[in-house]
């Protein structure tokens, strides 16, 4: 456990193929983030391939009222919702949409964010006054608060959501990527790019976001936790997905109803958002020790 | 250290502006109209257009932005859409409430996060250590509303302790608490530990020890009051991640706060109402990180001497 091992500058030197199988190396010791990385992997295999397994006509369209509410059984893993649908394949179509909006929103809001930071970063000065300044006053509203006055006032859309969340993530990516441009920007091959003529844009995405990505792809990991389990917020108290589309919170708000009789309606989704949240944050943490293994 | 009070207040007001900037300007894009809201779907054209003019509605969004400004420097947030009344007075009555749920899930979480991250820390790479690690891993990870309902199932519908919904009495406060507090528990309990086992590997916690003083001793007088600085800086972050979660805890218990109000406002389209609760919510949090900032003062006489 004890991997004291200091990033010295010839390992610096080194080939970048070299530093990611040693990342890899490192990460697949820690039996916590692998379990959390296979879940996940486990996940978007449903979620891509969950037309082959399922009909979605039949798990979130048709009505079934006979084999309405029933408790978990072989026939139906996770029980029946109130229309007799199978939960279990309303849960795998859920995650298609949860999945989905949390790893979009999140690359709009890591796009843009990083954009910002890295110019921030770069340049310095009045540019990175200014826009450090509108950062301050987007995280002065608690993220969740944000995400709630932006689709309020767009409307409730999964395109809004998608807006909102990433909005939500700007300011959080732009102050890491400026911090971490920052930590790079006057080290000797930035210097080194810049005296033979090399373009801004090229030295920051050839020479400084390669050489700051640690922090970035630790904090990305995060955020998607974050922001599934904030649609799954909206979408419960009724800004997010709305009933029939079949996303986690809207299953969640949609047993709370039945949650006297038939609490597995409620309980189930629920487990399912938490280990998925559990997943990403075993893995972001499990990649934070692994791209720096001074942290331990 | 008042000159730095100062500065520190002087600074929250450009970020209030902007605050108020921004959610005026995002609400203006809301569609609705809002005389028509007031007046309801039987309102002809003409009353309509009557009443903009009264509420200043016709007049460009930036001298109408202007005009909500002053009145909030005066304290006025307009009057209600729903009601009529003042968004004032409607907010002061609930945000009682929301102190009061905030405050008991703060203690609640600072109460079993401290003991359990110290333990964790001191007992470092045991079965200890792990089995509260994965407690709080799990409680970061779970989503309030559904811990809620689940804490509802068993206590109030199952077992019947607690009430399932409303303010009436003091137990009615100990399921929205403990569901909003449950997650800023576990992330507090994983800062103090991180922070402890660095704080425990100084020297002079080594020198602590090699005078003969005993474990409790050492970890309470000597190791917990230098390892407290990250975790007051969390506590202050968590403090405003609740004011965000009690939207949600008190829609689901129905606990009569500022959070439910903001959802109450945004479904009846009450526009000064839903600028009123973000405002007030993001003062509320602006403070919070003020006196935290405030208590490394406190804590640490090295940053003491840095507000000369």
């Known amino acids: ?163 909102a969340l990433a909005i939500a993530c700007v300011p959080i990516f732009a102050r890491i990527v400026r911090s971490a441009v920052l930590s790079v920007r006057d080290s000797e091959y930035v210097e080194a790019a810049r005296a033979v003529g090399g373009r801004t844009g090229h030295i920051i995405f050839r020479y400084i976001l390669p050489n700051c990505i640690g922090p970035i792809i630790v904090q990305t990991t995060l955020r998607i936790a974050a922001t599934i389990s904030n649609i799954a917020a909206l979408s419960f108290i009724g800004l997010g997905v709305s009933a029939p589309t079949p996303e986690w919170g809207a299953l ?36 934070r020790d692994a791209l720096d293994p001074r942290l331990r | 250290m008042a000159r730095y009070i100062i500065k520190r207040i002087l600074y929250l007001i450009p970020v209030l502006i902007g605050v108020t900037l921004l959610v005026f300007f995002i609400m203006h894009l809301a569609p609705g109209n809002a005389a028509q809201i007031i007046l309801g779907e039987n309102a002809t054209p003409d009353q309509i257009a009557a009443l903009e003019k009264e509420m200043g509605l016709d007049q460009p969004v930036i001298v109408q932005y202007l005009r909500y400004l002053g009145g909030l420097l005066h304290g006025n947030l307009g009057n209600s859409y729903a009601t009529g009344t003042s968004v ?141 600085l990250p975790t007051i800086t969390v506590i202050g972050l968590e403090i405003g991640q609740m004011l965000g979660g009690s939207v949600l805890t008190e829609t689901v218990f129905a606990w009569p706060g500022v959070g439910r109000l903001l959802i109450q406002s945004i479904n009846g389209r009450d526009t000064p109402t839903v600028m009123g609760c973000i405002i007030l919510m993001t003062i509320s949090f602006a403070l919070v990180n003020l006196i935290v900032d405030l208590l490394y003062g406190v804590f640490d006489p090295r940053v003491r001497t840095m507000y000369r």
């Open chain 1, 1 to 163: 456990m004890t991997m004291n091992q200091s990033v010295t500058s010839s390992e610096n030197a080194g080939k970048r193929k070299g530093q990611f199988s040693d990342v890899w190396k490192r990460l697949s010791e820690n039996r916590a983030a692998m379990a959390g990385l296979f879940f996940l992997i486990f996940l978007i295999f449903m979620a891509v391939f969950a037309d082959v397994f399922f009909d979605y006509q039949k798990a979130c369209v048709d009505l079934n009222i006979a084999e309405r509410l029933q408790w978990p059984s072989r026939a139906h893993w996770f029980g029946t919702d109130e229309f007799g649908r199978d939960m279990f394949a309303r849960v795998v179509f859920g995650s298609r949409i949860s999945l989905s909006i949390g790893f979009i929103a999140v690359a709009f809001g890591l796009l843009i964010g990083g954009i910002l930071g890295a110019l921030s970063g770069y340049f310095g000065g009045a540019l990175d006054n200014i826009i450090m300044r509108i950062c301050d006053i987007f995280l002065a509203v608690p993220m969740m608060l944000m995400a709630i006055v932006i689709v309020a006032a767009l409307g409730t859309s999964i395109v809004n959501l998608v807006i």
């Open chain 1, 252 to 287: 969640l708000a949609g047993g709370r109803s039945f949650i006297r009789d038939s609490s597995y309606l409620a309980t189930i989704p629920g487990i399912v958002i938490m280990l998925t949240i559990l997943a990403l944050n075993l893995l972001g943490d499990g990649l």
């Open chain 2, 88 to 228: 004032t007075t409607e907010i002061m009555a609930r945000f009682p409430y929301t102190v009061r749920l905030t405050f008991v899930a703060a203690v609640f979480s600072i109460i079993l996060a401290l003991p359990l991250g110290i333990i964790a820390a001191v007992r470092q790479n045991t079965w200890v250590d792990s089995a509260s690690m994965v407690f709080s891993l799990i409680g970061v990870s779970m989503p309030i509303f559904w811990l809620a309902l689940m804490l509802i199932l068993v206590f109030s519908l199952k077992l019947g302790w607690f009430p399932v919904y409303g303010a009436d009495s003091w137990k009615s406060i100990i399921l929205p608490a403990v569901s909003l507090g449950f997650m800023n528990m576990a992330s507090i309990a994983r800062t103090t530990r991180s922070s402890m086992v660095e704080t425990i590997r100084q020297d002079y916690i080594r020198t602590a020890y090699s005078k003969g003083l005993n474990e409790r001793e050492v970890i309470m007088k000597h190791a917990f009051p230098n390892g407290m």
